[in-house]
């Protein structure tokens, strides 16, 4: 399958005179040097604490948890009506007919080649499309991990090989291949690295997909044949 190029969001904001640092803080030209007076030694600055996120698994629970759109004609946000673990999950809207793709956050861990990331993914009745997970390198190239077809009204789990990588992982996806102009909403749940799912949450039932693969035609054999002594 053929993958939409051109269109980058980090490229169109540095067009529009924005800076993007490592850490994802955009800003517009250099800062304003200050004028205030310091405050008094007794004046302290209260900064609410943050727990630190988990870079390998996304499970949605109150936040898209740094995942957007990449391209293509489809809308992101959070679900409560299906979810593969806890009670949210990431809902993909298919507004027309394309090929969208949604992409994770960068500084993932634990997504090394040859790793089995897993997919969760929802479709709902009616609604037929095929899946395609990639991840695109530190050269932006993006290697697909297979097309996948879920079933519908279940879950449906993926499983796809992380590549070799060059000059490190930028970020995984997935494509929705929806050239019938289909419309509705998938849902994305319970993403990571195999193993990263904890054993004591309780998962709705799904359908493990792999690849198709053609097999050869199997061989009739001839029925045996009883020996005289």
């Known amino acids: 399958m053929t993958r939409r190029r051109g269109y980058r969001p980090a490229l ?15 800003s517009a030209g250099a800062a304003t040097p200050s004028t205030s007076r310091h405050l008094p ?29 990449e391209y293509g004609r489809a809308t992101v946000g959070l679900t409560t009506g299906h979810a593969y673990s806890g009670k949210e999950s990431l809902a993909v809207a298919l507004t027309g007919a394309d090929n969208p793709a949604i992409m994770s956050p960068g500084g993932l861990t634990g997504y090394t080649p040859g790793t089995v990331i897993v997919y969760h ?12 997970p990639f991840a695109e390198d530190g050269s932006w190239d993006v290697d ?14 993926i499983d796809w090989r992380m590549p070799s990588l060059s000059r490190g992982l930028r970020f995984v996806g997935m494509q929705i291949e929806n050239g019938g102009g289909a419309r509705g909403t998938l849902a994305l ?31 009739t054999l001839a029925p045996s044949t009883t020996l005289a002594p």
């Not at 929802?122 to 395609?132: D, Q, R, T």
């Open 12 to 26: 169109a904001a540095a067009t529009a005179g924005l800076a993007i640092g490592a850490a994802g803080i955009v």
């Open 41 to 69: 030694s007794r004046s302290v600055k209260v900064v609410k604490a943050v727990a630190p996120v988990d870079s390998s698994f996304f499970n949605f629970e109150g936040s898209e948890q740094g995942w957007s759109m």
């Open 121 to 132: 993914v929802y479709e709902p009745a009616g609604l037929h499309v095929a899946i395609e």
């Open 144 to 157: 697909w991990g297979g097309t996948f077809h879920p079933a519908s009204g279940v879950w449906t789990t």
């Open 189 to 219: 749940d319970a993403v990571g690295p195999a193993g990263s799912i904890s054993p004591t949450t309780t998962l709705a039932p799904s359908t493990t997909l792999a690849p198709s693969t053609t097999l050869a035609p199997s061989t």
